[in-house]
């Protein structure tokens, strides 16, 4: 499966941005996709997760009340809602997917076999 996310962009504190994981070459709806991120200088940290059922969501801490993670599956899109953005959100966003990830392993990144190619959120203060 070959993901591609999309939706970044330059916001400001307070605003929102949606990003979007489109997936090709094979559904994934079965598959446990997440969305990471990293800031220069860092490493890279877990976002937000939806379970292989969609039975599952999962947030960092950070993302709780602002963040929403959510699958089309008609569209084959994983989708991350972002609200109430502060200038620390600012990073390169990236989704991951992979088939056989479990509950367990679903904040690490090294778990997932599959990741898009990133896009850039910038908020500014």
């Known amino acids: 499966v070959q993901l591609q996310a999309s939706g970044g962009g330059l916001v400001q504190a307070g605003g929102s941005l949606r990003l979007s994981c489109a997936a090709s070459g094979r559904t994934f709806r079965s598959y446990g996709t997440g969305w990471f991120r990293q800031a220069p200088g860092k490493d890279r940290e877990f976002v937000a997760a939806l379970s292989r059922s969609s039975s599952g969501t999962y947030y960092a801490d950070f993302a709780k009340g602002r963040f929403t993670i959510s699958r089309d599956n008609a569209k084959n899109t994983v ?26 392993s679903i904040r690490l990144p090294h778990r997932y076999g599959y990741w898009g190619q990133g896009t850039l959120v910038t908020v500014s203060s």
């Open 79 to 104: 989708y991350l809602q972002m609200n109430s953005l502060k200038p620390e959100d600012t990073a390169v966003y990236y989704c991951a997917a992979d088939p056989s990830i479990i509950i367990s």
